[in-house]
């Protein structure tokens, strides 16, 4: 197969991004990668979606081209549009969209819509492209927490996914109880660098209990133990601390018992609580010896439009393309997916 350029669009829930990869054969190469993340939402502790369709309005134009024009890419040059079809906010989803049909259309080129969780979990093939199925995937994110068997990409084999919080939520909320500006996962992080472990007792909620997840009570005993805080100023450092090793216990518990029961010897965490350091090294120190734990950088593993066009450039790569009555969803099993649980959440 000859050269292909692939144009990806992310505008999920509060970035805006476009990147172009180019694929000789089935390795991808990144020419460039833009995210603008919007600010205005700092304000109000949380996504507005009102506002965040909005500013990707404004933005979504001027990023397209500077991911272009960075990659010295010209629109003729494209070989397909890759763009975020869901989860996430519908009118946020709404305007990437109707922007990749609208130059899908012009170029008369092929159009794929993609699962936002089917590019988090091809972001580590852009730095790492070793990395094949078969592997355990652990994608934690602001609004998911799923743990995977991936058996070939494509297909993929849920294990199980939480029945409340999503994992990065959990570290937002208690950011929040901490004082911390939103989204606040680094924050807490940054902050449990400086805290002393074992001052607070926090549960490890299921942790027995095979491939199930739920935060929601470890989120209610951090509010306790804030609230009966006598001096919350010296005791969040301590407080930050014993929640994250409480939650990377939990994933670690849960992500190591995959790797075992499954019989592999490759782990991936994607998502953006990937991010987090003392989570990648706890389950390499889990796994040593037994499987190695491939994680993206953090540029990768936040939302961006690299992973998008690196999972749509597979999908298309592979005679794939979605059509212009492709809908925006909120909600969507993951594509290829096998083995799903009678789990909600
Ligand atoms: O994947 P992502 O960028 O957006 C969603 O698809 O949700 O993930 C964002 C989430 C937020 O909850 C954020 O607080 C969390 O990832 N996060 C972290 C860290 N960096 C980002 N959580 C824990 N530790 C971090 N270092
Ligand atoms: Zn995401």
Redesign the pocket.
């Known amino acids: 197969m000859a050269t292909r350029r692939i144009l990806g669009i992310e505008t999920?829930?509060d970035?805006t991004s476009a990147a172009v990869l180019r694929f000789e054969d089935e390795q991808a190469a990144l020419q460039s990668l833009v995210i603008l993340s919007q600010d205005i939402h700092r304000v109000f502790g949380g996504v507005v979606p009102e506002l965040a369709s909005r500013e990707h309005l404004r933005t979504i134009g001027p990023v397209v081209e500077r991911a272009l024009a960075e990659a010295g890419v010209g629109h003729s040059q494209l070989d397909g549009i890759a763009v975020t079809a869901g989860p996430?906010l519908i009118g946020s989803l709404l305007v990437g969209l109707m922007y990749a049909k609208g130059l899908a259309y012009g170029l008369g080129k092929p159009l794929i819509g993609v699962h936002?969780?089917e590019g988090?979990l091809f972001a580590p093939v852009l730095e790492d492209p070793t990395l094949r199925p078969p592997f355990v995937a652990l994608l934690?994110?602001?609004?998911?927490t799923l743990l995977l068997d991936v058996e070939e990409w494509g297909r993929y084999h849920l294990l199980g996914e939480t029945q409340d919080d999503?994992?990065?939520?959990a570290?937002?909320k208690v950011?929040t109880l901490l004082g911390l500006e939103y989204?606040?996962?680094?924050r807490?992080?940054?902050l449990a660098r400086t805290g002393t472990p074992g001052r607070f007792d926090f549960p490890r909620p299921m942790i027995r209990d095979g491939y199930v997840f739920s935060f929601s009570g470890l989120k209610t005993a951090v509010l306790r133990a804030v609230r009966a805080s006598a001096n919350l100023e010296a005791d969040r450092a301590d407080l930050a601390r014993d929640f994250?090793d409480a939650i990377i216990d939990v994933l670690v518990t849960k992500t190591t018992r995959a790797v075992r029961e499954r019989g592999r010897t490759t782990a991936m965490i994607?998502?953006?609580?990937?991010?987090?350091?003392?989570?990648a090294a706890a389950l390499a120190h889990a796994l040593q010896g037994e499987a190695r734990v491939v994680v993206a950088t953090?540029r990768l593993?936040?939302?961006?439009a690299a992973m998008i066009a690196a999972a749509g450039g597979w999908r298309l790569g592979r005679g794939e393309h979605s059509g212009f009555r492709l809908e925006p969803f909120d909600a969507a099993p993951l594509p290829g997916l096998v083995g799903a649980l009678a789990v909600s959440g």
Do not use: I, M, R
Request: proline share 5%; glycine share 24%.
């Open positions: 999920s829930c970035e996430g936002h969780l988090h934690v994110s602001g609004g998911h999503a994992a990065g939520e570290f937002d950011g989204p606040g996962g680094a807490v992080e940054q994250q994607g998502g953006g609580v990937a991010c987090n350091q003392a989570l953090p593993n936040t939302d961006n």
